[in-house]
C-alpha cells in the first residue's frame, strides 16, 4: 500500500501539466525563412545573394525586438530606391504565414481536455510575430508568449527556457517542449524539459500519448520507420540543413 502510494506521488509530480512549444514550423510554416525570401527576390526582381546577405546580418537583431520592422527593411531591402512600396513588400512577406491547421487543433483539444498551460516559446520578430498571433488567433488557446522580441533572447539562448519556466510557474519535470529544431530541443532537455523533435502531426500525437496526452482521436503508433535509427540520423541531418538555410 505505502509502495502504491509513494507511486501514485510520484506519477502526479512528474505529469505534464505545462507544454512549451514553438510557432514556426509547428503551430505555422516559418514567418520569414530562405524559401520565402527566395520567392520575395523573384517576386520583386531582387538579388537574392546581397539580399541574404544583408538579412543575415541584421536578422537576429530583428528578432530580438531591437529593430522595428521598418528599420530591418530600410538594411535589407529598402538600402535604395525601389519599383514597389514598403506597403507592398510587407503585404508579401506577411502572406507566407500559413497554418498547419491539424496541430492547432491537437493543442487545442489537449488543452481542454488536460486543462494545460500553453506557453509559445518562439524567435520571431514584433510585427511578423504580432501579425501572426492576430491572424490564426493564436492568443485563442496560448496562455502566455515567450517571443525573442519580447524579452529580447533568443533561442539557442538558454535564459529564453528559463524565462519560460518562472512565468509559466510550472516545474521543468512537468513541461512537454515542441519544436522541429534539434539543437532547440537538445537545449531544452539539458535543463530536463521533456521534449518532442516535432516533424509531422502523426508522430508527434503518438509521442505524446507515450506522455499521458493522447489525442481524442486515440493513440497514433509510430512506425517502425519513424523509429529506425537511419531514418532518426536522416532527419536530423535535414533539420540541420533547414536551420542554416533560415
Not at 537583431?61 to 535589407?76: A, I, M, P, Q
Amino acid at each position: 500500500m505505502i509502495r502504491l502510494t509513494e507511486e501514485k506521488i510520484m506519477k502526479k509530480a512528474t505529469a505534464i501539466t505545462c507544454v512549451f512549444l514553438d510557432i514556426g514550423g509547428v503551430l505555422l510554416t516559418n514567418g520569414w525563412d530562405h524559401p520565402a525570401r527566395k520567392r520575395a527576390a523573384t517576386n520583386f526582381k531582387l538579388e537574392l545573394t546581397e539580399m541574404e546577405d544583408r538579412h543575415h546580418l541584421t536578422f537576429d537583431t530583428f528578432e530580438e525586438g531591437k529593430l522595428t520592422l521598418e528599420e530591418y527593411l530600410d538594411r535589407v531591402v529598402f538600402h535604395q530606391k525601389r519599383p514597389f512600396t514598403r506597403a507592398q513588400f510587407r503585404r508579401f512577406m506577411f502572406a507566407q504565414s500559413k497554418p498547419y491547421p491539424r496541430m492547432i487543433e491537437l493543442i487545442r483539444k489537449l488543452k481542454a481536455k488536460y486543462g494545460l498551460k500553453i506557453v509559445v516559446v518562439s524567435n520571431e520578430g514584433r510585427e511578423l510575430n504580432s501579425y501572426r498571433i492576430r491572424k490564426f488567433k493564436l492568443d485563442g488557446f496560448v496562455d502566455s508568449f515567450i517571443s525573442s522580441c519580447f524579452v529580447h533572447v533568443r533561442k539557442p539562448d538558454a535564459d529564453l527556457f528559463r524565462l519560460a519556466l518562472d512565468i509559466a510557474q510550472a516545474p521543468a519535470r512537468q513541461v512537454v517542449y515542441i519544436e522541429n529544431t534539434p539543437m532547440f530541443v537538445q537545449v531544452a532537455e539539458g535543463l530536463g524539459i521533456r521534449s518532442i523533435l516535432h516533424t509531422d502531426h502523426r508522430s508527434t500525437c503518438a509521442k505524446l500519448a507515450s506522455l499521458g496526452l493522447q489525442n481524442d482521436a486515440g493513440v497514433i503508433p509510430e512506425t517502425r520507420q519513424a523509429t529506425h535509427p537511419d531514418h532518426q540520423r536522416r532527419l536530423v541531418g535535414h533539420q540541420v540543413r533547414a536551420v542554416r538555410s533560415r
